[in-house]
């Protein structure tokens, strides 16, 4: 029996991305062990999954303690895993690979500017254009598996799998449908539109359609959340108690909602993991190409301010997108309302009739 490290410390959604590495290594090898090893706040989008057996996680900051590190090392190497596949490549997991003792180290290429060791034994490079409409984050991750062992007919969607109990979730049972989900912040700064402009969003939906309004945001975040709530008009329909401060509650609460409408990040996967419409807005630094998954102009669509104004910059080249991300506000003040609502309309309205 094959045993499978999935190495994946980074955010949600690209955790949930990563979980299509399990969903296609176990046609690969349907009798292996697969382990996930991830952020524990991430975890919780891998729960139930039938082609995970395992689940480490840890905390974030165990990993930038060098002691923790060494120990993390020590532990995963007396596992004696076959197979590591490492889609982000970080210091950490590149050196977790090299002392590993497996077989197969699968790792994705970065231009890194530190020690040149050999981590993997297959390094891969990744994908120069994206060929197909799960997006070139999953289309990368798919080839980590295609570019070493025989994989016929992948899946490229991720799933979320909720139990019977979950599926039965009642918090939403009592609301004015349909109940609509807004993530109003995103997971930083640099991923978040001004306030007042997710304000005029806001507005309209709660002025042209009879319905419930949620607020999704981090648990460090409701202070902004409730000066966002303070700034809207028609509070009677947004509700702003109805909250889960949690991966799997989240999950709960969103496949008994309608769609989502959202700045790109975590719940943008996880509504379409759960096949619910989604419309994302796009911070002008994140590539679009990379995490536009399924995106059809129907089921799910989006806007991002480079395909509105294709002047305003030209390429996602690693300096200019860590200029973009140091003052994203000047160019995120160009996607206007006014510009984000002449295709959100038609979506919503697709969507509530």
């Given at each position: 029996?094959k045993k499978i490290l999935?190495?994946?410390?980074?955010?949600?959604g690209?955790?949930?991305i990563?979980?299509?590495?399990a969903?296609?290594i176990?046609?690969?090898?349907?009798?292996?062990q697969?382990t996930?090893?991830?952020?524990?706040?991430?975890a919780?989008?891998l729960?139930?999954?039938?082609?995970?057996?395992?689940?480490?996680?840890v905390?974030?900051?165990?990993?930038?303690s060098?002691?923790?590190?060494?120990q993390?090392?020590?532990?995963?190497?007396k596992?004696?895993?076959?197979?590591?596949?490492?889609?982000?490549?970080?210091?950490?997991?590149?050196?977790?690979?090299l002392?590993?003792?497996?077989?197969?180290?699968?790792?994705?290429?970065?231009a890194?500017?530190?020690?040149?060791?050999?981590?993997?034994t297959h390094?891969i490079?990744?994908?120069?254009l994206?060929?197909?409409?799960?997006?070139k984050?999953?289309e990368?991750r798919?080839n980590m598996i295609?570019?070493?062992?025989e994989?016929k007919?992948?899946?490229y969607a991720?799933?979320i799998?909720?139990?019977?109990?979950?599926?039965?979730?009642?918090?939403?049972?009592?609301l004015?449908?349909p109940?609509i989900?807004?993530?109003?912040?995103?997971?930083?700064?640099?991923?978040?539109m001004?306030?007042?402009?997710?304000?005029?969003?806001?507005?309209?939906?709660t002025?042209?359609?009879?319905?419930?309004?949620?607020?999704?945001?981090?648990?460090?975040?409701?202070?902004?959340?409730?000066m966002v709530?303070?700034?809207c008009?028609n509070?009677?329909q947004?509700n702003?108690?109805?909250?889960?401060?949690?991966?799997?509650?989240?999950?709960?609460?969103?496949?008994?909602?309608?769609?989502?409408?959202s700045?790109?990040?975590?719940s943008?996967h996880?509504?379409k993991?759960?096949n619910?419409?989604?419309?994302?807005?796009?911070s002008p630094?994140?590539?679009?190409?990379?995490?536009?998954?399924?995106?059809d102009?129907d089921?799910?669509?989006?806007?991002?301010?480079l395909?509105?104004k294709?002047?305003?910059?030209s390429?996602?080249?690693?300096?200019?997108r860590?200029?973009?991300?140091?003052?994203?506000?000047?160019?995120?003040?160009?996607?206007?309302?006014?510009?984000?609502?002449?295709?959100?309309?038609p979506?919503?309205?697709?969507?509530l009739?």
């Open positions: 029996m999935v190495i994946q410390n980074k955010r949600i690209d955790v949930l990563s979980s299509v590495i969903n296609n176990k046609k690969v090898f349907p009798q292996s697969v996930y090893f991830v952020y524990e706040y991430t919780g989008v729960e139930n999954n039938p082609n995970i057996d395992r689940i480490i996680a905390r974030e900051k165990e990993l930038k060098y002691t923790k590190l060494f993390t090392i020590s532990r995963i190497k596992e004696e895993y076959d197979i590591i596949f490492d889609p982000y490549s970080k210091l950490q997991s590149r050196l977790i690979c002392f590993s003792g497996a077989e197969y180290r699968i790792g994705l290429k970065r890194h500017k530190d020690l040149k060791l050999p981590f993997y390094p490079s990744h994908l120069e994206r060929t197909k409409n799960c997006g984050a999953i990368d798919i295609a570019s070493v062992f994989l007919e992948p899946e991720p799933k799998f909720l139990t019977a109990e979950e599926k039965q979730y009642g918090r939403t049972d009592s004015q449908k109940v989900m807004l993530g109003i912040l995103g997971s930083t700064p640099q991923k978040s001004p306030h007042e402009y997710m304000v005029q969003i806001i507005n309209y939906i002025q042209n359609y009879r319905c419930t309004v949620l607020f999704n945001y981090a648990p460090n975040q409701k202070a902004e959340a409730e709530f303070e700034m008009e509070k009677d947004i702003i108690d109805l909250y889960e401060d949690s991966i799997r509650g989240f999950i709960k609460l969103m496949n008994k909602c309608e769609l989502l409408v700045n790109e990040g975590g943008v996880i509504a993991a759960l619910k419409p989604t419309f994302t807005i796009y630094y994140v590539n679009k190409e990379h995490w536009c998954s399924f995106e102009g089921q799910h669509d989006s806007i991002h301010l395909e509105e294709p002047n305003l910059f390429s996602f080249t690693l300096e200019e860590r200029n973009i991300e140091e003052d994203p506000n000047s160019l995120y003040n160009q996607l206007t309302p006014e510009m984000i609502l002449s295709k959100l309309k979506f919503l309205a697709h969507h009739g």
